[in-house]
């Protein structure tokens, strides 16, 4: 794995091309990540998944998907049940906080059961993002509740979920993106809360789950801690927010490279995120010339980031051999009775 680089890399459709296998053969990513234009049925989906990793020549090379339910699920029916949104999850919490907290969990451990049988090993979930009156819906129904309590709880058990079916959990978006005011996938949301404020509420469900081993960025500007750059490509935020009060010494990948929260070209962005001091370069789009600015910005994993990302590996394996027909019933009728 030291021959990695770091970045995580997407692809165009349901088969890999012969370009994309010759950069991944060549500039060998870490990993890799899923989109629904990637998605047709489950064998096609391993398939690919395999390809991936047969360019890389590492059987265990992380796959990611975005399958958190709700509206951001990538995997839809017939191949993966329907989910409900975190923000249903969370409304369930609040009737009965024993029945929320085995819900979350119920559900991680699906989507474990869905992911791991076509090869995907991690899933970009819990959100930990606790919203304010008045934020982007980017966010949204996406979050557990509104206060930073329960998006807490509600993450550690998401995240047990998935652990326990042999998934590997990735926190986002780490350090919040609760306060953007605007949808980062379009434009740069600008943060003006104190340092205490947002130590107070925005910070905290990130601090409670510290230990997690993976966490995505945040492409948001707190002009409390840096006003010139996001978090994402802010040493400052990193070093002495992500790394430092919150206290996290995971695997920080950014959030997506082409996202226009971020300026400039695809490789000075890239640039940007490997100087900042996040660890993983994420691309997600497919779009050969942009991997390839990617890759010139991309260093081998070394040092720091190349531990963290060797704990990723050696976190890979055990699952708890519960019965999946068993816990669907359970999911479902939780559901069904609230």
């Known amino acids: 794995m030291s021959e990695s680089k770091a970045m995580i890399l997407g692809a165009s459709g349901t088969v890999l091309n012969a370009d994309e296998i010759a950069l991944y053969r060549d500039e060998r990513p870490w990993g890799f990540i899923l989109f629904a234009r990637n998605i047709q049925e489950p064998t096609q989906i391993a398939d690919l998944v395999a390809a991936m990793r047969d360019a890389v020549g590492r059987p265990e090379a992380p796959v990611l998907i975005d399958q958190e339910g709700g509206r951001v699920q990538r ?169 430092g009060h919150i206290g996290f010494d995971g695997l920080l990948m950014s959030d997506d490279t082409s996202m226009n929260a971020l300026k400039g070209t695809i490789r000075e962005r890239a640039k940007r995120i490997a100087g900042g001091g996040c660890d993983i370069i994420l691309h997600c789009n497919g779009v050969m010339e942009e991997m390839k600015a990617v890759v010139e910005e991309a260093l081998p994993l070394q040092g720091e980031a190349l531990r963290r990302a060797e704990r990723v590996e050696a976190a890979f394996g055990p699952v708890d051999g519960e019965s999946e027909q068993r816990l669907r019933q359970e999911f479902w009728g939780l559901l069904a009775s609230s």
């Open 75 to 243: 995997i839809r029916p017939p191949v993966a049940e329907k989910y409900p949104s975190a923000a249903e999850l969370g409304a369930l919490y609040r009737a009965d906080r024993e029945k929320g907290l085995r819900a979350v969990w119920l559900m991680s451990r699906l989507h474990a059961f869905d992911l791991l049988k076509l090869g995907i090993n991690v899933d970009c979930l819990p959100v930990l993002d606790v919203p304010v009156e008045g934020a982007s819906n980017v966010i949204g129904d996406r979050a557990y509740g509104f206060d930073p309590g329960t998006v807490a709880v509600m993450g550690q058990a998401a995240a047990h979920g998935l652990k326990a079916g042999g998934v590997l959990p990735v926190m986002k978006h780490i350090p919040g993106h609760g306060r953007g005011m605007a949808d980062s996938h379009h434009d740069l949301p600008v943060v003006t809360a104190s340092r205490e404020e947002l130590e107070a509420h925005d910070f905290v469900s990130f601090r409670a789950l510290k230990d997690e081993l993976m966490a995505m960025s945040a492409h948001i500007v707190f002009t409390a801690i840096d006003p010139d750059q996001p978090a994402t490509t802010s040493r400052k935020v990193i070093e002495e927010v992500i790394r």
